[in-house]
């Protein structure tokens, strides 16, 4: 059997959810694994207590304690630094996973012959509860198949969240070391993945995600993350011309730049690797090159727009894919049409 690395990191968890995480990668149905956890040098002494009782009793867990905060990102780098096999896993520390992930998720990816796979999950609140049955429908997430093939997107969005993740090592060594403008180690991982042998969705819930009150931004809706910022910030137009710039930053325009780091290292291992990599014609890659800088720019120039931004066709040429539903007119509305969309803002 190949064997796979989970990589899960803690910082100051909660016991209950911490404990149900665990065993249910322990009761993976798949066993030829390595959980590597990297505690974030938390403040509560039960944290480090329940993860030496775990590591005692299941050799297959290795825990490290760091001396002092890393910081989430630098905690992922770390774990991914300590990973050895041939496939890895992310996992956060408060969802719960199906027994069949890793079987299902490395049956799949081998079949495919894709460097990544990704899946659907369940969303959940604090106490199990079903919020949402399909997180990808949930979050009009693109879902990437034989039948929606569309390579730039990984690089002009965070299509698939860490945890639904299971790829190979040669993304992991690309991966590592993570750059200054590293923000989201699993959109890059995607993009690298991406622009090796592809990836490929499992459109098929394999876990559940929990959605809860310390959850930093990602498991929320539109409508959730507005409330959050007025309350904090006001109502008025130049606050939301200040929560417009933060979205954009954040949620597009960081994540391209972070990925366009690592366009040398892929090109390089290309040219080392090109008999193992499906994609090894110059001119493609030349086009993806001139498309990724043509998607900084339309970020950049839509940032400083306060009023309207005109090149709407390129929203459609690089966001837009099946599935998007309302998702697409909130995007446009706040990427090109920043006055009306304050109005939406205002009543939300």
Request: a negative charge; proline letters at 1%; glycine letters at 2%.
């Given at each position: 059997m190949e064997k796979v690395d989970i990589l899960l990191t803690?910082?100051?968890?909660?016991?209950?959810?911490?404990?149900?995480?665990?065993?249910?990668?322990?009761?993976?149905?798949?066993?030829?694994?390595?959980?590597?956890?990297?505690?974030?040098?938390?403040?509560?002494?039960?944290?480090?207590?329940?993860?030496?009782?775990?590591?005692?009793?299941?050799n297959r867990i290795k825990i490290y304690f760091q001396p002092q905060n890393l910081g989430y990102t630098k905690n992922f780098e770390f774990v991914l630094t300590k990973s050895t096999a041939d496939y890895i896993a992310f996992s956060d520390h408060d969802d719960i996973w199906y027994p069949n992930k890793i079987e299902e998720s490395l049956k799949l990816l081998k079949e495919k012959n894709v460097d990544l796979v990704y899946c659907d999950a369940k969303q959940i609140d604090e106490n199990e509860?079903?919020?949402?049955?399909?997180?990808l429908r949930y979050k009009n997430m693109p879902i990437l198949n034989e039948n929606c093939q569309k390579e730039i997107l990984p690089f002009s969005r965070h299509i698939a969240i860490g945890c639904s993740q299971l790829f190979t090592k040669r993304v992991k060594d690309l991966m590592i070391p993570f750059?200054?403008?590293?923000?989201?180690?699993?959109?890059?991982?995607l993009y690298i993945a991406n622009a090796l042998n592809g990836v490929y969705c499992i459109?098929?819930?394999?876990?559940?995600?929990?959605?809860?009150?310390?959850?930093?931004?990602?498991g929320r809706n539109f409508k959730q993350n507005v409330k959050i910022w007025k309350e904090k910030n006001g109502k008025g137009y130049k606050s939301y011309l200040k929560y417009r710039h933060r979205a954009?930053?954040?949620?597009?325009l960081a994540g391209v730049l972070m990925c366009e780091d690592y366009r040398n290292r892929i090109d390089e291992y290309i040219k080392?690797?090109?008999?193992?990599?499906?994609?090894?014609?110059?001119?493609?890659?030349?086009?993806?090159?001139?498309?990724?800088?043509?998607?900084?720019?339309?970020?950049?120039?839509?940032?400083?727009?306060?009023?309207?931004?005109?090149?709407?066709?390129?929203?459609?040429?690089y966001l837009s894919f099946k599935g998007m539903k309302k998702r697409k007119y909130k995007e446009i509305m706040i990427l090109h049409f920043p006055l009306i969309s304050y109005l939406i803002f205002s009543i939300t």
């Open positions: 803690t910082y100051n968890s909660k016991i209950e959810y911490l404990k149900m995480q665990i065993d249910s990668i322990l009761n993976q149905t798949y066993k030829d694994f390595k959980l590597i956890i990297s505690d974030d040098c938390s403040t509560k002494e039960e944290v480090k207590e329940v993860l030496k009782e775990y590591e005692q009793k299941d509860k079903t919020l949402h049955e399909s997180y750059t200054e403008n590293t923000m989201a180690h699993d959109w890059h991982s459109d098929k819930q394999l876990f559940e995600y929990r959605l809860h009150g310390n959850n930093a931004f990602g954009i930053t954040e949620t597009y080392i690797h090109s008999e193992e990599i499906k994609r090894t014609k110059k001119d493609d890659f030349n086009k993806q090159q001139d498309q990724e800088k043509d998607i900084i720019k339309y970020f950049e120039n839509a940032q400083k727009s306060k009023v309207l931004y005109f090149p709407i066709h390129k929203y459609f040429k």
